[in-house]
């Protein structure tokens, strides 16, 4: 099984910026798609970020322009540069990676989590 574990994680003032990373323990070849998530007390756990083995993103509105996913090959990671950080940002983020099987199925791992807190 794919192991995920997030680092990065912590306490940052509004405005300012955080650097989230997923280290994946089996290649990250093997994976056809891999993002983040976040949940904040009381919430749903959302979507934040996604990226395909084709490079294509996606992002949650409320993080579009603020937010990059990206992949680094050499470190096989996923990371999430997060700027412009606000208090309602702040939320446990989750690492999150989809492999599809065969016979059209697919398997969706999940790390621990992170916490990321915005505040003065």
């Known amino acids: 099984q794919v192991q995920l574990v997030e680092s990065g994680g912590g306490l940052v003032q509004p405005g300012g910026s955080l650097r989230l990373s997923c280290a994946v323990s089996g290649s990250m070849f093997s994976l056809n798609a891999m993002g983040w998530y976040r949940q904040a007390p009381g919430k749903q756990r959302e979507l934040v970020a996604a990226?395909?083995?084709?490079?294509?993103?996606n992002y949650a509105d409320s993080v579009q322009g603020r937010f990059t996913i990206s992949r680094d090959n050499a470190k096989n990671t996923v990371d999430l540069q997060m700027n412009s950080l606000k208090p309602e940002d702040t939320a446990v983020y989750y690492c999150n990676a989809e492999r599809r099987l065969p016979f059209g199925s697919s398997q969706v791992y999940w790390g621990q989590g992170t916490q990321v807190t915005v505040s003065s």
């Open positions: 990226i395909t083995s084709g490079t294509s993103t």
